[in-house]
């Protein structure tokens, strides 16, 4: 059974998304409330799946993709950022930390699990490929 890491510092929201990831059935939920905590729970889990809330305390969303991100143990995991903060901006911060999907709450419960299922599908290689992408993309842009 793959393993989802739920980071969120808000445990309504928790809830609502191991009740939305449970629907599927096919994913076993383990959380962390806070970034830090997030980081000492992805090594210890090591889920196949992170989804992460930007504002949290200690260490924010976007900190935490990047840190995961930059260690090579943890580079390749599958990462959906799932966040209230609905700008482009934000998205394309998000998605430019490394993030793999950005989501925004409230979300619907199929759109979740569609994003878990299409992260899970991508390989490192096309991982990269996005990323420099966005960053070329954003790049022209400034």
Excluded: W
């Excluded at 059935?25 to 210890?44: F, I, K, N, T």
């Excluded at 911060?93 to 878990?116: H, Q, R, V």
């Amino acid at each position: 059974m793959k393993k989802v890491l739920v980071i969120d510092d808000n445990p309504t929201i928790v809830e609502l998304i191991k009740y939305a990831v449970n629907l599927q059935g096919s994913y076993s939920v383990v959380v962390a409330y806070d970034g830090v905590q997030g980081l000492e729970r992805v090594h210890a889990e090591q889920p196949d799946c992170v989804i992460i809330d930007v504002k949290m305390p200690r260490m924010d969303g976007y900190q935490l993709v990047r840190c995961l991100r930059g260690d090579p143990r943890t580079a390749n995991i599958p990462m959906i950022i799932l966040s209230a903060m609905t700008r482009d901006e934000d998205q394309m911060t998000g998605l430019l930390s490394g993030a793999d999907e950005y989501l925004t709450k409230p979300f619907k419960p199929t759109a979740l699990n569609e994003a878990i299922e299409r992260v899970l599908q991508l390989t490192p290689a096309e991982r990269q490929r996005r990323t420099d992408y966005l960053v070329q993309t954003q790049a022209e842009r400034d």
